[in-house]
């Protein structure tokens, strides 16, 4: 998720299409498809939500399922990118990250809008 700012240094901040999917069509991909992809949560100490099925994994050893499309993601879409990039340098082309990670998604799909179950889920409390 790069950022940068413009003249008047208002934040500017670009979706990858390459390499990220927008909240939205992880949205749509969860609930229209057969095949959902592996969800894969990068969090080293997740709190608050995840998404439901994700597996947690860390930067360092998250790989592609052959099998079916990987989708990772963080609190605020930062670190999920740059994991992907390298996966993608090492030839593995099925995984993509969640553009502005759970913190934009949560915020996008409100339940009342989407008039749908969001896949969102509470972490259990410490």
Known sequence: MPLHSSRDGTPIVELDPIIE???FELF????DSGAPPRLVDLRSSPRGWTLRGAISQTAETVTEDAEVDTVVFDQDGRTAPDVVRRL???GETRIW???GGLELYRF????????????LEPLPED
């Open 97 to 99: 990250a969640l553009f």
């Open 21 to 23: 999917v927008t909240p």
């Open 88 to 90: 993608r340098r090492r």
């Open 108 to 119: 996008c799909l409100d339940p009342k809008i989407v008039e749908s179950d969001t896949f």
């Open 28 to 31: 749509r991909r969860l609930r």
